[in-house]
């Protein structure tokens, strides 16, 4: 396992219809036991500000490591599984306590 959850890393991040993919970072959801297998559970992130309910803001006091250069939106609803070799690289990570944020987020959409 070579990333793990709240790692924030750079991915060709499939669009929804299976038409393409576009190089973005996408924070990594999935736990160590899911890890452990090669694959991780990403949900994207964005610099556009979207204000559907969908979105979370990641604020400086978010990140463990350097913020991205960009402001930074969380689309809690795009989430999908990648195997690790498609991951290009980490290139920042959360607090723990922001990503339980998202993972809360995220359970009351699937509610």
Request: cysteine-free; overall charge positive.
């Amino acid at each position: 396992m070579k990333y793990k959850q709240g790692d924030i890393v750079w991915i060709n991040f499939p669009f929804t219809d299976g038409s393409q993919s576009k190089p973005r970072p996408a924070l990594i959801l999935s736990n160590t036991r899911v890890n452990d297998t090669g694959d991780y559970i990403l949900v994207q992130i964005t610099s556009k500000v979207r204000n559907d309910g969908l979105s979370l803001a990641i604020s400086v006091n978010d990140y463990r490591l350097s913020p991205l250069l960009l402001t930074s939106y969380v689309r809690i609803h795009r989430i999908f599984t990648s195997n690790e070799a498609l991951i290009s690289s980490k290139i920042s990570a959360v607090t723990d306590r922001f990503t339980q944020k998202v993972i809360n987020q995220l359970i009351l959409l699937l509610q």
